[in-house]
């Protein structure tokens, strides 16, 4: 059975150019802090990568501060900071906020003080992309970051986050992005490494497979691939729609991310969904990966106004540049056969 991997907003399978730069940064053998020869050629690699981060991502002028992901990210932005927030949020951002923004039906928050709240540029679980309001503290762009022609220094947001492993590169780096002049206040203390605001020594492996996935990313943007995704996704849905009349696709009259689809068939647990569709070979989600496992329904979708049941009835799926319109047919004709179980079970 060849499987179909279909959760690329949980993670994107490593690039090829991201796996070549790390193999390339594996054979320095210098610390990016030292003065040497060695040292030098280190420092130089990860200059680069932080370049390729910040022209990816329009943040020239701005400050790219190298994390271990988007959750250290969001600390080191919002820890200590009165932020408020919505509850569409991530779990990493939810953590350091106040949830007290209103969320409509579809999905989107109008902050009343940017400059003292946190808001995503599109979310992880429905891809409803927000308007972003000038002046913004903090804005997590891990998911449009690569997807959608965003950027920084257009966004006015004083902070943003990203990770590498949602654009193709690494797990386990990310970045925070900030505006000069921004304060920063450092969580991990010591050597001073990063503009003095996160120490410790660089992962020169990680960061140099982040700037490649970084470039890559971009080059993918400005060549319309994923407007090729969005073709494939509405297929998808309109296939899913002929086999299920009383699915709920979430968004689906808003902007959304081009490879997401988050749909809701009432009374079919995702979780059950999830682990029918692996055993038939395909690799979806019922939600963020962070949750999971769990057993509560999404709460960027209660958040939203859904009830627990349709909450918990949601499943996402998120398509990526290699996707096929094959893999999409196969999906959409082995969820359809699974419903009709479902509902047969049920009656």
Partial sequence: MTRVYLDHNATMPLRPEARAAMIAAMDLVGNPSSVHTEGRAAKGLMERARGQVAAALGAEGADVIFTSGATEAAALACAGRDLEGAGI???????WIRESLAVGRDGLVVP???ERAVLQAANSETGIVQRLPQGLAVCDMTQAFGKLPVAFNWSGAGMALVSAHKIGGPK????LVVKRGTEVAARIRGGGQEMG????TENLVGIAGFGAAAE?????????TWAGVEKLRNILENLLEESSKETIFVGKSAERLPNTSCFVTPGWKG??????LDLAGFAVSAGSACSSG???ASHVLGAMGFDETEAGSALRVSLGPATTEDEITRFAEAWAKLREKHRARAA
Avoid: I, N, Y
Wanted: glycine letters at 14%.
């Fill in 172 to 175: 386990g780096v990310g970045a």
């Fill in 89 to 95: 949020e991530h779990d990493a951002v939810r953590a």
């Fill in 271 to 276: 979780e059950t969904q999830v682990m029918a």
């Fill in 294 to 296: 769990k057993t509560q």
């Fill in 197 to 200: 605001r996160r120490s410790g």
């Fill in 112 to 114: 009343g003080t940017p």
């Fill in 216 to 224: 890559a990313a971009a080059r993918d943007l400005a060549e319309g």
